[in-house]
């Protein structure tokens, strides 16, 4: 039986400070990293355009009204879903209002007004408009972005935050 040459016999002792040694540059990089980051940014908040998406008087219940937020390249619906929602506004608490770019690979997302989810046709995700936008089946990894809505004293519907990272972006805002 020949033996590998090319293996490095390591004892216990040396391959622990190796390890200790990795730990300490990871931990060392991270810590820079996160000072330069708060540095450059000078704060971790981010300034969201309040953007009027429609009126009240522009929705019907349980039919999705194509709107963009935060900008023309972010394709998004607001929805009149007739039952008091968490994160619903209005009269009745169930206006709500998400991107329809699936969070997994960017496919466009379709209403389905039996259950009131937005699915992908990509590979097949499922998300809970009744729940914030929850993925309940599919390949996505996160929950659909969910629009921080407003609606004023006209009945002006404004969009003024998104709760997760849109798809394809590296900051909500560009």
Not at 29 to 57: C, D, F, I, M, Q
Not at 88 to 105: E, R
Not at 108 to 127: E, Q
Not at 147 to 154: A, E, F, G, M, S
Request: proline content about 6%; hydrophobic content about 35%; overall charge negative.
């Amino acid at each position: 039986m020949s033996r590998c040459t090319k293996l490095v016999d390591v004892g216990r002792r040396q391959f622990l400070r190796g390890g200790a040694v990795v730990v300490a540059g990871a931990a060392t990089s991270t810590v820079l990293a996160t000072k330069h980051a708060r540095a450059a940014t000078g704060t971790a908040l981010v300034e969201y355009p309040a953007n009027r998406l429609a009126n009240l008087s522009d929705l019907s219940p349980n039919e999705p009204l194509d709107v963009a937020y935060p900008d023309d390249d972010a394709p998004g619906v607001l929805l009149k879903l007739g039952t008091p929602v968490e994160g619903g506004v209005g009269p009745d608490g169930d206006i709500v209002g998400f991107s329809t770019v699936c969070p997994h690979k960017g496919f466009g997302l379709t209403y389905n007004a039996d259950r009131k989810t937005l699915n992908c046709p990509g590979h097949y995700s499922v998300f809970d408009c009744e729940a914030g936008g929850q993925q309940t089946w599919g390949q996505a990894t996160q929950n659909l972005p969910q629009y921080i809505l407003r609606i004023d004293d006209k009945g002006d519907i404004y969009a003024e935050g998104v709760d997760e990272l849109l798809y394809g972006r590296l900051s909500n805002v560009l």
